[in-house]
C-alpha cells in the first residue's frame, strides 16, 4: 500500500504563489492533483505520467499552474502561481499503482488507486 503525503499548503494573497509537494512511500506511476473548495465538488487540477514529459490540465488553472515530478524522490509537485480566491479548496494528491498504463495521464478520480489526505490552500481577495 503506498501512501501520500501532501504538504506546502497555507494562506496566500490573491496573485500570490504556492509550491504543493507529494510524497510517495512507494514507487507511483501516472499521478494528478484534485481539489475541492468549500460547497464544491472535488475536480481534476494536473496530471502528469510516469516520464513526466506528458502533463494534462485543467482549463481552469492551465498557464498558471504547472505540475512535476521527482521520481528518484519519489515526489510530484504542483507550481502554483498568480492565484486567485476561486482557487481555494483542499488539494489532494493522487496516483495510479499500475505499470502498464504508466505513460498516460488521467483525469478521472477512479483511475486512481491512491489518494493523499489533502493539504488547505487558501487565497485572500
Known amino acids: 500500500q503506498v501512501q501520500l503525503v501532501e504538504s506546502g499548503g497555507g494562506l496566500v494573497q490573491a496573485g500570490g504563489s504556492l509550491r504543493l509537494s507529494c510524497a510517495a512511500s512507494?514507487?507511483?506511476?501516472?499521478m494528478g492533483w484534485f481539489r475541492q473548495g468549500p460547497g464544491k465538488e472535488r475536480e481534476f487540477v494536473a496530471t502528469?505520467?510516469?516520464?513526466?514529459?506528458?502533463?494534462y490540465y485543467a482549463d481552469s488553472v492551465k498557464g498558471r499552474f504547472t505540475i512535476s515530478r521527482d521520481n528518484a524522490e519519489n515526489t510530484v509537485y504542483l507550481q502554483m502561481n498568480s492565484l486567485k480566491p476561486e482557487d481555494t479548496a483542499v488539494y489532494v494528491c493522487?496516483?495510479?499503482?499500475?505499470?502498464?498504463?504508466?505513460?498516460?495521464?488521467?483525469?478521472?478520480?477512479?483511475?486512481?488507486?491512491?489518494w493523499g489526505q489533502g493539504t488547505q490552500v487558501t487565497v485572500s481577495s
Open positions: 502528469i505520467n510516469w516520464t513526466g514529459r506528458s502533463t
Open positions: 512507494g514507487r507511483t506511476f501516472t
Open positions: 493522487a496516483a495510479t499503482g499500475s505499470w502498464i498504463t504508466r505513460l498516460a495521464v488521467r483525469t478521472a478520480p477512479d483511475d486512481y488507486d491512491y
